[in-house]
């Protein structure tokens, strides 16, 4: 009896990753806020959070490249004002991003409500309500990289 023959064959085909740029931005700034949730909810905790990323190093005495792990540095993406009220910011490309017209924090209180605002956002983006505004910054991220990237004149 041949191999092939007792196995199940299909046609499937592996789903494509969106190469839609607003996707892309989306999937980071999910990221980037669930990343800012587990720091928040640590420090409301009072523990320290560093999340771990894999580096390759460069060789082992055996002159072998080898996996090594760090701690990748996190920026907390909230403030107090003056009166000490909790403020929190969606940064997208190193940049603060436009909630609305003229408005780029939003307003939390205390320190311990930080993570269910960051859950009601990250609601909000899977909603696709802040589409608008991530497409905007990730074009003025992409100009700003374009710039970057022209030759410098002599």
Known sequence: MS???S???????????ANDPLH????????????QRAYATATVA???YTPPKNIVSRKNEAGERVRMEA????????FQDGAGTV?????????????????????????????????QLIEAVRAGELDAQIATAAEARGL??????KPRAA
């Not at 930080?114 to 859950?119: G, R, T």
Request: hydrophobic share 40%; no cysteine.
């Open 3 to 5: 191999v092939l023959k």
């Open 7 to 17: 196995l199940k064959l299909s046609n499937a085909a592996p789903v494509a990753a």
């Open 24 to 35: 892309r931005a989306r999937d980071k700034l999910l990221g980037a806020l669930t990343d």
């Open 46 to 48: 009072g523990e320290h």
């Open 71 to 78: 701690n990748r540095r996190i920026r907390k993406g909230w």
């Open 87 to 119: 403020h929190f910011q969606v940064y997208v490309g190193g940049k603060p991003m436009e909630l609305a017209k003229g408005k780029q924090a939003v307003e939390v209180g205390t320190l311990d409500k930080l993570p269910s605002v960051i859950d």
């Open 144 to 149: 700003m990289m374009a710039e970057r990237r």
